[in-house]
């Protein structure tokens, strides 16, 4: 058995406790240091496959699997999932008032630290902190904000590309984070992501957009196109061209009757 | 001697040395309320007589007065079997072997040293609080500030005594006011002189843990003009007693231009009934703060409250409850407005675990005549379970339109998606869960001083464990 970074077998997923179906058999397979990027219009499963792969407990999996360095991840709850080196850069992130961003992040880095190893030393962390802040060149004072309370749009965001940048997962799923910026937040993300694959060539990214354009700052290895639940047509950076002069629809047509 | 077979029969040999030397008749103490117990407190007490008086009428007015039909249950509460009066010798009957497991455990998990763990458990020895208390005394006394327990307040100062006592919380203000008045013992008496300012907080515990505290505890502080200080009472590890029955009076008055800030976290075993009443009066541009924690406890009313009596006076309350399994936390706070341009805030914020219940009672009144008058509240509650429960009952009488009111109350539970956010970058749900729940208290644990915010946090932290299935 091959081992790949990450690897989706015909996943098929609905909504929990007997919900709608939503993913129909999803089939991807990214190596390591690859960038793809999945596209499709609302309610083809793009942002569901991403929660699945994370392990929301919203959806069930009803086939397939999910598997990150060739082993199964679908038993895993989603804390071990991350541990395990899976990050998902969330659409929506949830705000969590009364909890400083560096808290939250010491907090996470201490999770993944085996008990012999303790806790990381605050001046460690400190460090650590203010070397990736300055990479992704955000200000210190972010770090002591409450995570993403009344943050802008850009600025969650941006708290989602610093904790990937802290955690250094080695596949990191991105939910529409170019959604809803203007194009200097969406410059800020796009650079952050080239930073991060900059900084670890093995670090695998799933990218899934709604738009074109987050594709001008980033240029994706594969670019996939869902459509009801399933990858409807791969190819390389051009199908994003044709995608955009040509919209969706000359591509559903090999697609069965959507159930119900 | 009858006397020394009660003390062999507790068990207190090692007290024997000071009990011999105690030239008071020991006192034999009985459950259940009668006029000839109140007689005897006071005559142990060596009181004067407008003291005897006082709590004899106030236990009239305990029998007159109706248990409360609002508030939590207090069905259950058998006056029958309390021991209303014990002096100190009969808090220390206990030995560390008799102190559940599970209390010892807490202690060691909060990683408080042993001299205080056996203080806190109400069986050890106390010299080394003792030694603080009285270096601590001796700052203090130097100042100008008085820091006495509230017998000694009576009788070393009885003339400022008198002129405050039962004024801000009188006996006919509720019942357990009016029981706390006949058969208070032990508390507090402060007062901080016109224009002095105190830097280090004035802590309770030194002074309590060097005398035990009171299930009746009265406390007394009268801040003169101009005057700031901040008073800590209380700790956040688990109070354990045998009693199950806390019913406490707090008087604050706070005089022109004083600022005063009293902090109370308490964390009562969950046997207990505590049911206090804490009241400030606040006079022209002054300025009163309570800051209070309530944990653990079967069931506590507990509602601070200020009344601001003097023009520009501002009053603030900031609370946190958590109701574990089974716990009732009724509480909140009043502020009554008698005078122009006073202000006033409230905040609250409530967590509700397992089938534990929080309600959150508040009073804001404003009389004719108090125009700019100007209130906030806010409260928020949090539910852990879909098990825990939280009612809110905000009362507001404005008589006077001149003014300006605001309240605020939302309900949240912890989120799926909040704690699918969070284990998403590593955390358990259980670390997950602690996370959401220490940020909900933020506001008000950054309020306290390090230490106490600390201990809190770390005490939510141990509260939290087991609470996700």
Known sequence: ?260 | MPDNETVTDLGLDEYKYDFVTDEKPLFKAEKGLSEELVRQISAHKDEPEWMLEFRLKALETFYSKPMPNWGGDLSTLNLDEIYFYLKPQDHMERSWDDVPENIKQTFERLGIPEAERKILAGVGAQFESEMVYHSLKKEWEEQGIIFESIEDGLRKYPELFREHFATIVPPQDNKYAALNSAVWSGGSFVCIPAGVKVEIPLQAYFRVNAEQMGQFERTLIICEEGSQAHYIEGCTAPVYTTESFHSGVIEIVVKKNARFRYTTIQNWSNNMYNLVTQRAMVHENANMEWVDGNLGSKLTMKYPSCYLVGERAHGEILSIAYAGDGQHQDTGGKVVHAAPNTTSQIVSKSISKGTGRSTYRGLCKVYDGAINSKSNVECDALLLNDTSRTDTYPYIEIDENQSSIGHEASVSKVGEEQLFYLMSRGLSEEQAMTMVVRGFIEPIAKELPLEYAIELNRLIELEMEGSVG
């Open chain 1, 1 to 260: 058995m091959s081992e790949h970074l990450l690897e989706i077998r015909d996943l098929q997923a609905r909504v929990a406790d007997g919900g709608i179906e939503i993913l129909r058999g999803v089939d991807l397979v990214i190596e390591p240091g690859e960038m793809h990027a999945l596209m499709g219009p609302n309610g083809s499963g793009k942002s569901t496959l991403a929660k699945v792969i994370a392990g929301h407990p919203g959806y069930e999996v009803t086939g397939g699997d999910v598997l990150l360095d060739g082993k199964s991840v679908l038993d895993l709850e989603p804390d071990e999932r991350s541990r395990s080196g899976l990050f998902l850069a969330f659409q929506y992130p949830a705000e969590i008032p009364g909890v400083s961003i560096a808290n939250f992040l010491r907090t996470s880095l201490n999770a993944r630290r085996s008990e012999e190893e303790g806790d990381l030393d605050v001046f460690a962390f400190q460090k650590l902190l203010n070397d990736k802040l300055g990479l992704l060149q955000v200000q210190p004072s972010f770090a002591a904000r409450y995570v993403n309370d009344g943050f802008s749009g850009g600025e969650k965001k941006r708290n989602e590309i610093l904790q990937m940048a802290m955690l250094e997962p080695s596949m990191a799923v991105m939910d529409e984070t170019d959604s809803g910026l203007d194009i200097d937040a969406l410059r800020i993300v796009s650079e952050g992501v080239s930073t991060l694959r900059g900084q670890d060539d093995r670090m695998g990214v799933l990218l899934i957009t709604h738009y074109k354009r987050i594709l001008g700052y980033l240029q994706p290895d594969q670019v996939h196109v869902m459509l009801n639940g399933r990858i409807a047509h791969s190819g390389g950076p051009e199908l994003a061209d044709q995608l955009e002069e040509m919209g969706y629809d000359w591509l559903h047509e090999p697609e069965p009757e959507p159930v119900g």
